[in-house]
């Protein structure tokens, strides 16, 4: 079973940093796309950053700017380097991907989900 580990959540100051990130393991035969979703209390999950196979990146306008998605294949692990963090930004982070794993098909897997708090 395909497995997505998060990390790098925590509380940090308005204009602060953090760096997320997100290990995929088990029996992968490759990895599609992975990304960062979040969703804070009362609201809806929304799409932070993404990134393709192909390196292509989508980030969300609240984000542009301060956030980057990067990745590194051979570690299946990707990365939200969050910059300039505001108090808007404080939600639960979950890492996706879309992958296909020997002998299957394709799924999108979820992590558990990091908290980042932004707070004076």
């Known amino acids: 079973q395909v497995q997505l580990v998060e990390s790098g959540g925590g509380l940090v100051q308005p204009g602060g940093s953090l760096r997320l990130s997100c290990a995929a393991s088990?029996?992968?035969?490759?990895?599609?796309?992975m990304g960062w979703y979040r969703q804070a209390p009362g609201k809806q999950r929304e799409l932070v950053a993404a990134?393709?196979?192909?390196?292509?990146?989508n980030y969300a306008d609240s984000v542009k700017g301060r956030f980057t998605i990067s990745r590194d294949i051979a570690k299946n692990t990707v990365y939200l380097q969050m910059n300039s963090l505001k108090p808007e930004d404080t939600a639960v982070y979950y890492c996706?991907?879309?992958?296909?794993?020997?002998?299957?098909?394709?799924?999108?897997?979820w992590g558990q989900g990091t908290q980042v708090t932004v707070s004076s």
């Open positions: 990134i393709t196979s192909l390196g292509s990146t």
């Open positions: 088990g029996s992968i035969f490759s990895i599609n796309a």
């Open positions: 996706n991907a879309g992958i296909e794993e020997y002998g299957s098909t394709w799924y999108v897997y």
